[in-house]
């Protein structure tokens, strides 16, 4: 986050490219989202999008000649913009051509100077083990060109699930004990009221009432804690 944050202010300062790794889930594309508003708010010519439309708009251009003019366009602006973020690299099609429009792409934004953003699933791993010369020439000029930023934590997504999942569990005990308290109160109430019918004949005025008055006040703190779990529950 820290990274991110100090990028974005400082993006007019230092043009680096970051490259963000690692699992889905981990705020990777949450936090490339919040660089380009902040960047973008700044005054500079943000593109963001996947990797996978990029790369169609570069083949649009060659191969179709109909809609050449509105991809020369798209080109343009992925070329020029002052910084591109690419998200979710890894997941275009693995033609020749994709793999030589990452490379191009790559090193016309660095003679360029101009920044880029990747996020992407695979791991540094991955990348330092590549299945063939070509994805090799590709990886090796990304850990060239750009500052790894490792993602590596559990993903959000499962501790939102599982903070979701304790709130329900909690929640089930607080109506259980909710439950179990209003019974008890009832049974401390209905023992008041036979107290009060047929204990009288046997105890004096004084007693009775002291025993009465014990046990209404007993009967109050079931409803109390009942109180307070709903209004926690609010």
Request: glycine share 6%; aromatic share 10%; with cysteine.
């Amino acid at each position: 986050y820290e990274i991110c944050l100090q990028y974005a202010r400082r993006f007019g300062d230092e043009r680096e490219n970051l490259f963000m790794t690692g699992g889905p889930g981990l705020g990777k594309t949450f936090l490339s989202t919040c660089i380009a508003k902040v960047v973008s708010e700044s005054g500079f010519s943000v593109v963001y999008d996947t990797a996978s439309h990029v790369f169609e708009r570069f083949e649009t251009q060659k191969f179709w000649r109909d809609s050449n003019e509105e991809s020369s366009s798209d080109v343009d602006r992925i070329l020029n913009c002052d910084l591109l973020i690419l998200d979710d690299f890894g997941m275009e099609r693995q033609t020749e051509y994709a793999r030589e429009q990452v490379f191009n792409l790559l090193d016309s934004r660095y003679l360029a100077r101009k920044p880029l953003i990747m996020t992407t699933n695979l791991s540094l791993q991955e990348l330092k083990s590549p299945q063939d010369l070509c994805q090799q020439r590709i990886y090796d000029r990304i850990l060239e060109l750009c500052v790894p930023v490792c993602f590596d934590r559990e993903s959000l997504r499962q501790e939102k699930g599982k903070e979701k999942m304790n709130s329900k569990a909690i929640e089930k005990k607080n109506n259980h004990i909710g439950s179990i308290m209003l019974t008890v109160c009832a049974i401390i109430w209905g023992s008041s009221f036979v107290a009060q019918t047929a204990g009288a004949e046997f105890v004096g005025p004084f007693t009775f009432i002291s025993i009465r008055s014990l046990l209404g006040s007993v009967a109050l703190l079931p409803v109390i804690g009942v109180m307070d779990i709903f209004k926690k529950k609010k």
